[in-house]
Nanobody
Framework: QVQLVESGGGLVPTGGSLRLSCTAS????????VGWFRQAPGKEREFVAG????????VYSETVKSRFTVSRDNAKNTVYLQMNRLQPEDTGIYYC????????????????WGQGTEVTVSS
């Protein structure tokens, strides 16, 4: 079983940056794939970015490509989501999610979820 805890959310102006953290317990973070999802008010949860279990496999949605970067620090058992040039449409609750083998790019593929961290981008 994997426990995921997100942190780093907050209020930021348009054009600003935030770094979200997803710290894992129960398993070493390098032994599973991680995905970041977000859910805006009144909308469905959507995939944002992901990191493969083995090697440099990165997956990004078109809406965040070139602005967001996902990375992993095995020593801290933590995955990060660096978010730059934030826009009001990036507002939402951001969730960390895991899958044993493949980057979870859909809600159905997720095995474990974190509790979420809220990001608000002011216009």
């Amino acid at each position: 079983q994997v426990q995921l805890v997100e942190s780093g959310g907050g209020l930021v102006p348009t054009g600003g940056s935030l770094r979200l953290s997803c710290t894992a317990s129960g398993r070493t973070v390098s032994t599973f794939a991680v995905g970041w999802f977000r859910q805006a008010p009144g909308k469905e949860r959507e995939f944002v970015a992901g990191l493969g279990r083995d090697g440099p496999t990165f997956v990004y949605s078109e809406t965040v490509k070139s602005r967001f970067t996902v990375s992993r620090d095995n020593a801290k058992n933590t995955v990060y989501l660096q978010m730059n040039r934030l826009q009001p449409e990036d507002t939402g609750i951001y969730y960390c999610a895991s899958h044993t083998d493949l980057v979870p790019t859909t809600v159905a593929r997720v095995e474990y979820w974190g509790q979420g961290t809220e990001v608000t981008v002011s216009s």
